[in-house]
């Protein structure tokens, strides 16, 4: 069997520098409080604080990270390191019933670049950082 110098130079870089050929890219590190904390603030916290009209109906408290790890009545919001079935994505980008798309009754709702900060804080482990 005939292996081509192509082959021979792909088979010996992947021994020599393994790390080079799986590894991706470091993405810089989300902070809890000087990412995320500003959209919850500024899109959030208006219903889902005691008195609000989201805290009173799911019991979702976002003023601070404790209490928006524990959740609503009705369970966790974020699944740290899974974005995609955090149910905090799934409102803030519409998978969801129309009646319950976050934030509530803003037109076009959270900016793409919003919600790819909270994506990218819970694929890091959503980290009180």
């Given at each position: ?42 899109y959030c916290l208006n219903c889902h604080e005691p008195g609000g009209k ?76």
């Open positions: 069997m005939k292996i081509g110098i192509l082959q021979r130079i792909t088979v010996l870089a992947s021994l020599l520098f393994p790390t080079l050929a799986f590894a991706a890219p470091a993405q810089p590190e989300v902070s809890y409080k000087d990412n995320v904390r500003p959209i919850i603030h500024d989201g805290f009173e109906t799911s019991g979702l408290d976002m003023r601070t990270y404790q209490s928006l790890m524990k959740g609503t009545k009705f369970g966790a919001v974020i699944k740290p390191g899974d974005s995609f079935t955090s149910i905090m994505i799934q409102v803030v980008e519409g998978r969801v019933h129309a009646s319950i798309k976050m934030p509530y009754g803003m037109t076009g709702g959270l900016s793409k670049k919003n919600i790819g900060v909270l994506k990218k804080w819970i694929e890091q482990g959503a980290k009180d950082n």
